[in-house]
């Protein structure tokens, strides 16, 4: 009989919630038009599925038995989204920041599972590893997320500057203009 323990439990919540990002990170790769996006998120869902199996194995180690489906709320949050894209419609930034935000949700979950005093070397080894890939896939989004509003940011200015810029040379040339 498979053991249902709190460290089990832990494990397969962190399991089942890396399961919601490989498949948030597969949708977005599909959903955005930048190639270098779509590699990146690719590329993380993989990762991802390399620490559920370290999780997994962890699980089956402290005789529980490993999940391997996503959250219920994971999957009520994917319909909202698909309703969302179906009425207002995605772009890069928007998929980018749904991103972020699930970063920060699964960030918050491993470091409350790190915090946790309970838990056996086996399992504390396996979040530690799966950590790395959460920490990192986390710092990559939100700095990806920021550089790429800043740019926003910027090209927004620059289009303010060059309307002053062509209001004032449109004021300069009435200036220069003959009186007579």
Request: charged share 30%; hydrophobic share 35%; aromatic share 4%.
């Amino acid at each position: 009989m498979a053991e249902h323990n709190t460290e089990t439990t832990t494990l397969n919540t962190l399991i089942a919630t890396l399961l919601d990002s490989i498949d948030g990170y597969t949708k977005s790769a599909q959903d955005v038009r930048d190639p270098d996006l779509a590699q990146r998120f690719s590329a993380r869902a993989r990762e991802r599925q390399s620490a559920v199996a370290g999780l997994q194995a962890a699980v089956a180690s402290c005789g529980g038995n490993p999940e391997d489906d996503g959250t219920l709320l994971a999957s009520a949050h994917r319909a909202f989204l698909n309703l969302k894209e179906a009425v207002t419609g995605t772009d890069d930034q928007a998929i980018l920041n749904e991103v972020e935000r699930g970063e920060d949700y699964l960030k918050s979950k491993f470091e409350a599972a790190l915090k946790m005093d309970d838990l056996s070397p086996t399992a504390r080894g396996a979040i530690a590893t799966a950590w790395d890939s959460v920490k990192s896939g986390h710092d990559e989004m939100s700095a990806l997320k920021h550089r790429r509003e800043g740019a926003e940011d910027a090209r927004e200015q620059s289009y303010v500057r060059e309307q002053e810029y062509a209001a004032e040379n449109e004021t300069l040339r009435r200036d220069d203009e003959p009186l007579i």
